[in-house]
């Protein structure tokens, strides 16, 4: 099952970034990776993920560093960080919570009990996604069953332009690159060009249009897409 969410791993040793990602991608996440800390804030600035993985040891810019730095911007103060670390010290850990981690894991640590503290970061900070009903203004889904309404009429969609609009409703306001939503909706097999994301979007939108509901989806120019 493909889960709408973006975990950036932050880890310089290639082995332990190798097993992070296949793990969390078998288990129906998007990831992204960085090496050092430079690298990591590099990407949070081209997208904002839904949660990130921080190894305190990294080369430069140390991962408690990037933490303080990330918790007092307005912009990222609220995404997940699960600190990752092989100090074992309690202190070390309280001074990790202390700078703003929202939870702290000691190495070596179990895969289900990262992927069990993954999923209730983001239970806490995202709304759930399977039988669950979502609502952005006069725009409502509901999970389970995958019906739509706008104003409270019903609208029928395609498997794809449901998909398209579960990503975007469940983040009002993020702006998705067409690569990601081409991960997230068709998969990473696909090998298709990011070109098919703006036909089905131009499909999703002409169908809201007769709803009323054109100004919707907006396109970010040089970005992607984002429900407004």
């Not at 991960?183 to 097999?189: A, M, P, S, T």
Request: charged share 30%.
């Amino acid at each position: 099952m493909r889960i709408n969410a973006q975990i950036l791993i932050v880890e310089d040793e290639a082995a332990q970034q190798a097993v992070l990602a296949y793990n969390l991608t078998s288990a129906g996440y998007e990831t992204v990776q960085a090496v050092d800390g430079d690298k990591a804030l590099q990407l949070i600035e081209e997208q904002l993920p839904d949660l990130i993985l921080l190894d305190w040891m990294l080369p430069g810019t140390s991962g408690i560093e990037i933490c303080r730095q990330l918790k007092v911007r307005k912009d990222t103060q609220a995404i997940p960080i699960i600190m990752l670390s092989a100090r074992s010290e309690e202190l070390d850990k309280v001074r990790g919570l202390e700078t703003g981690a929202d939870d702290y894991l000691q190495k070596p640590y179990g895969i289900q009990e990262l992927l069990a503290r993954i999923k209730l970061q983001l239970k806490r900070t995202r709304p759930a996604t399977m039988g669950a009903e979502l609502q952005h203004d006069d725009l409502r889904m509901d999970t389970e069953t995958q019906r739509v309404w706008y104003a409270d009429r019903e609208i029928t969609l395609g498997r794809r332009e449901y998909a398209l609009l579960l990503a975007l409703i469940e983040q009002p306001g993020k702006v998705f690159k067409r690569v990601t939503l081409l991960d997230q909706v068709w998969g990473r097999e696909f090998d298709g060009e990011t070109r098919t994301v703006d036909v089905h979007i131009g499909r999703l939108r002409k169908v809201l249009t007769q709803f009323g509901a054109e100004d919707v989806i907006r396109t970010v120019r040089g970005s992607g897409y984002a429900l407004y």
